[in-house]
């Protein structure tokens, strides 16, 4: 099974800018659409973005126009470029394909302070 591994996450102040990346242990191409998600303590894993294999993006309505995701299936990779960065976006942010039943990896935590 495809691992994923994330990093890029740390500790910014409000309007900052982070650029979140994953590496699969094997091919993403697979899998038509790769996601960001986010899990904040208390909450519930959501979605903020996903990506098809041919470019087409969604987003979360809390992080459109902010976040851009993007995926680079000849090295496995998907990216989370994250601008204007908000308290409310601190969380732990993960990759998955959405609905596939790849484990989760370890996330990498984002902190953004006011």
């Known amino acids: 099974q495809v691992q994923l591994v994330e990093s890029g996450g740390g500790s910014v102040q409000a309007g900052g800018s982070l650029r979140l990346s994953c590496s699969a242990s094997g091919s993403i191409a697979g899998f038509n659409v790769m996601g960001w998600f986010r899990q904040a303590p208390g909450n519930l894993r959501e979605l903020v973005a996903a990506?098809?294999?041919?470019?087409?993006?969604h987003y979360a309505e809390v992080v459109k126009g902010r976040f851009t995701i993007s995926r680079d299936n000849t090295k496995n990779m998907i990216y989370l470029q994250m601008n204007s960065l908000k308290p409310e976006d601190t969380s732990v942010y993960y990759c998955n394909a959405p609905g596939m039943g790849l484990s989760w990896g370890q996330g990498t935590q984002v902190t953004v302070s006011s």
């Open positions: 990506v098809t294999n041919d470019g087409g993006a």
